[in-house]
């Protein structure tokens, strides 16, 4: 196989009250003997913070779809537990030496949810449903042919060499999960439910849970010994997996003391301190987990103005909106991506954090802001985004803006993002992106998706040059100027990255935090 080829407390107590005041309540690893003592239990339940906006994995970002949909789909090609490319649905795979052909070999006996067998055919239809409707299909840009000369082979061509290619096709932010050939003229959020991961679907009550079972017809990777990533040798320990929708986070922290709930996703940092000796809960870090942030439209007033955006971004105190959104779980960088991330630079740094309301009063009366309503987006569902909308719109108010917060669910916040019209700032974190790099990162800023609704012809060339640079200082000198372009023009108001707690029952075993909860190779003791 080629192809491994930080303000004053005066000032945060106010915030914290005006927040206060408001009414919206709103791997494992199964190598060794000692991990299989496994036994088969009735359910799992985990308690998950939002409701997905679909389950259609080619057309969302969301980290709520995610979580239940890489149950159900998988991949040709995932990342392992270091983000490297690794096979999944794949066998093997050949790059020609012109670096314009990709040839797949297709694991065989695989079997759909319906019963069946997985060929290159439905690889190749899946593929050309997300050339289609897929949010990040820039992926498939260069891709001039796709074939399936025989059941196990499937081809790809490329119009010129793609150094990042199998990197691209392996990413799971909106992951191009391989469904039946019969699903391919779907629209996007209308997919059957049907793929070849370890769990099928059953059931999605609204605001109540999404029920998957166990495929008893599932064949575990063999080639690998335990969780790998999203892929590796995934064994159900259960008959069934509910994913509860509990969106209130007291709610989500009185299932796991009670044992309602085995896990859940997201445990806040207070309840976190206080449960930290109770012998009945484990609670796990997950550093990094997203860059705390908002879209920027370019196509509504008065962020359509750069002064205006500019104003915004030079208001802005990021160590108190997450000192108060987090409660203290944090960390403060200007970068896109992680440090420790071989992309990682500094690029803009001097426009991040400048908390300078004077300059920003400055460039409102620049541009010549009479008054016109901002409005912000935000959604109750995740309290960090909920918290830190309250927080920027009384920032911005104080340098002269009128401010109008909108708050939804989580599902319809989503739907609203898609409405150029209908918001100047979306709230949002972006997480699965800076982890593996800076390619998936940067595809919401680029045509065809771009958050922005406005296409910036510079952004999209310093994308096709990224993923065309032929060695990596090229590329990551490519990402330097890109990350500064987003700072300059404002696409993106990141704000700081957030630390995440999750937490599980103590008699849940096998369970390893990851950007996603990874429910196979979890087994419950006793």
Known sequence: MTARNTTAPCRRNLVRSVIAGLSIVVFGILSSPAALAQKHSAMLAIGQEATPPTLDPHFSTSVATRNVAMHIFEQLVTRDENNQVIPELADSWQISPD???????????????????????????????????????????????MTAPDGATFVIKVSKPQPVFLEELSAFVVPIAIIPAEQADKEGGKLDLIGTGPMQFVEWVPDSHVRLKRFDGYKPDTRYKGSEGF???????????????????????????SGQLQIIEDLPAESAKRLAGNKNIVIYDLKNFWLHGAWVNFARPPTNDLRVRR????????????????????????GLQYPGNPYYVTNGAALYNAKDPK???????????????????????????????????EQLKAIGLKVRVDVFDWGTAM?????????????TGQGTGPSIGPF??????????????????????????????????????????????????????????????????????????YRIPRL???????
Do not use: C
């Open 311 to 334: 104003a915004i971004q030079s208001a802005l105190d990021m160590e108190e909106i997450m000192e108060i959104a987090t409660d203290g779980a944090y960390t403060l960088q200007p």
């Open 520 to 526: 196979w190779n979890v087994w419950v003791e006793g």
């Open 359 to 393: 300059k920003a009063a400055a460039l409102l009366k620049e541009a010549g802001y009479n008054g016109e309503e901002l409005v912000i987006i935000t959604n109750s569902s995740y309290q960090s985004m909920y918290k830190a909308a309250q927080v920027v719109a």
């Open 231 to 257: 892929g590796g040798r995934k064994q159900v320990w259960f008959d069934t997996v509910d994913f509860k929708i509990v969106k209130e986070p007291s709610a989500r922290v009185a299932g796991l003391e």
């Open 440 to 513: 998936t990162a940067l595809k919401d800023v680029v045509s065809p998706q771009k958050n922005q609704f406005v296409a910036d012809p510079t952004l999209d060339g310093l994308f096709a040059e990224l993923v065309t640079g032929t060695t990596f200082e090229a590329r990551k000198a490519t990402f330097a100027k890109f990350q500064e372009r987003v700072y300059d023009q404002v696409l993106f108001l990141k704000f700081g990255d957030l630390i995440r707690k999750q937490a599980a029952r103590s008699n849940v075993k096998g369970f390893v935090p």
């Open 99 to 145: 670096q314009l052909t990709y040839t797949f070999k297709i694991r065989t006996g695989l079997k759909f949810h319906n019963g069946k067998e997985l060929t290159s055919a439905d690889i190749k239809a899946s593929f050309e449903r997300y050339q289609r409707i897929g949010l990040a299909r820039v992926t498939l840009a260069p891709v001039v042919a």
């Open 415 to 427: 739907k609203h993002r898609r409405e150029k019209d209908a918001w100047n700032l979306w709230f």
